[in-house]
T-cell receptor, first 117, second 114 residues
Framework: AQKITQTQPGMFVQEKEAVTLDCTYD???????LFWYKQPSSGEMIFLIY??????QNATEGRYSLNFQKARKSANLVISASQLGDSAMYFC??????????????FGPGTRLSVLP | GAGVSQTPSNKVTEKGKYVELRCDPI?????LYWYRQSLGQGPEFLIY????????DSGLPNDRFFAVRPEGSVSTLKIQRTERGDSAVYLC????????????FGPGTRLTVL
């Protein structure tokens, strides 16, 4: 079964508008962390934002915020005021558990975001 | 400071050959990870080092793949008897300490097996 699902293979957004990239996850572990990474055409994975399963508030980092709905097991990324440089692949990832061994760190299939001028 | 670096950036080899891919993590980072990313997919975990030891190698697909980190810094991913299906981008990431930390990725090595 897929641990991380990203149902939008591709998304378009107009420059300066907000966009939401969907991510749902599957785990039975009560302790987990959720990450979003951006991968531009250069190939490097850039960390954007992190949400812990016990965090009470939704994570925010500048123009990025994470809409964490624990009961629905979703962790959508919201990008406000899109810029042309936001065009890239976006990956949702999950780490299960907090022990140093025997964890899983899995990535979703990604969403390609294109920002239109 | 310098980020994670990987060499070579591109590697083309023939089926059956041996290849080594190198990763230089961020200075001071004790945790190091290798991933493989096939075209159009997300990264797939291969192996995780804490210091010099491989704490989790459950993602290595078979015994043709091996990785070392002898001094707890630079790591080398070694692939024996390469197959065309090994063609992918191999990503390395490091984090400050425990596996719970955010991982910082290098630019990857694109391996093409002809």
């Amino acid at each position: 079964a897929q641990k991380i699902t990203q149902t939008q293979p591709g998304m378009f957004v107009q420059e300066k508008e907000a966009v939401t990239l969907d991510c749902t996850y599957d785990t039975s572990d009560p302790s987990y962390g959720l990450f979003w990474y951006k991968q531009p055409s250069s190939g490097e994975m850039i960390f954007l934002i992190y949400q812990g399963s016990y965090d009470q508030q939704n994570a925010t980092e500048g123009r990025y915020s994470l809409n964490f709905q624990k009961a629905r097991k979703s962790a959508n990324l919201v990008i406000s005021a899109s810029q042309l440089g936001d065009s890239a692949m976006y990956f949702c990832a999950m780490r299960e558990g907090y022990s140093d061994y025997g964890q899983n760190f899995v990535f979703g299939p990604g969403t390609r975001l294109s920002v239109l001028p | 400071g310098a980020g994670v670096s990987q060499t070579p950036s591109n590697k083309v080899t023939e089926k059956g050959k041996y290849v080594e891919l190198r990763c230089d993590p961020i200075s001071g980072h004790t945790a190091l990870y290798w991933y493989r990313q096939s075209l159009g997919q997300g990264p797939e975990f291969l192996i995780y080092f804490q210091g010099t030891g491989a704490a989790d190698d459950s993602g290595l697909p078979n015994d043709r793949f091996f990785a070392v980190r002898p001094e707890g810094s630079v790591s080398t991913l070694k692939i024996q008897r390469t197959e065309r299906g090994d063609s992918a981008v191999y990503l390395c990431a490091s984090s400050p300490g425990q596996r719970t930390d955010t991982q910082y990725f290098g630019p990857g090595t694109r391996l093409t097996v002809l």
